[in-house]
């Protein structure tokens, strides 16, 4: 089993519809994150969570929410899916010790049509 | 605010030649870390290696060499000999100490090895 799973791994909706992206882990880390990537663009940081209590925007949050429901539980809504929204998400996740590498899951895409 | 800049956007070598992967970073903080991680086509990111700082001692793992230099801010990444299981798109990353949570990526290099 993935140690980082997300759900789904495929979406296709409509402009306006409420989007919920989730992901659990089982590496028993505390730090959780969400990244988009697009072509060109490399991945940029939209939220991330120190643990459960501890939440942070990151460099393109607007538009989107996040909720940490347990440690190993990080999910990302998209409140009104609007078309350049569409993209490949990543959740990832980290030890608490600085500097230590991210691991991620094998991405969401999404498709707003 | 920090900068990751990978040039190449994409590079296409013929199997067995030898390719490196160009970073060049920007940060106003004396303590980062620099990342390098491939993407496959299936789609996954792969976490390949870590550097901080304060270590410009140059690593080799297998087909793999990293050269930092920080003269140039540059962590530029060189496989020999490539196969074609080599073929994916490789990020850059960097993180600063004082927002070592906000990890900055390139933009990739998407590497294609030919047969």
């Known amino acids: 089993d993935a140690d980082v799973t997300q759900t789904p791994r495929n979406r296709i909706t409509k402009t306006g519809k409420r989007i919920m992206l989730e992901c659990s882990q089982t590496?028993?880390?505390?730090?959780m994150y969400w990244y988009r990537q697009d072509p060109g663009l490399g991945l940029r940081l939209i939220y991330y969570s120190f643990d459960v209590k501890d939440i942070n925007k990151g460099e393109i949050s607007d538009g989107y929410s996040v909720s940490r429901q347990a440690q190993a539980k990080f999910s990302l809504s998209l409140e009104s899916a609007i078309p350049n929204q569409t993209a490949l998400y990543f959740c990832?996740?980290?030890?608490?010790?600085?500097?230590?590498?991210?691991?991620f899951g094998d991405g969401t895409r999404l498709s707003i049509l | 605010a920090q900068k990751v800049t990978q040039a190449q956007t994409e590079i296409s070598v013929v199997e067995k030649e030898d390719v490196t992967l160009d970073c060049v970073y920007e940060t106003r903080d004396t303590t980062y870390y620099l990342f390098w991680y491939k993407q496959p086509p299936s789609g996954e990111l792969v976490f390949l290696i870590r550097?901080?700082?304060?270590?410009?001692q140059n690593e080799i793992s297998g087909r793999y060499s990293w050269n930092f230099q920080k003269s140039t801010s540059s962590f530029n990444f060189t496989i020999t000999a490539s196969q074609v299981v080599d073929s994916a798109v490789y990020f850059c990353a960097l993180s600063e100490a004082y927002n070592n949570n906000d990890m900055r990526f390139g933009a990739g290099t998407r590497l294609t090895v030919k047969p």
């Open positions: 590496k028993g880390h505390d730090r």
């Open positions: 550097r901080n700082s304060f270590d410009e």
């Open positions: 990832a996740t980290s030890a608490t010790e600085t500097f230590e590498p991210q691991h």
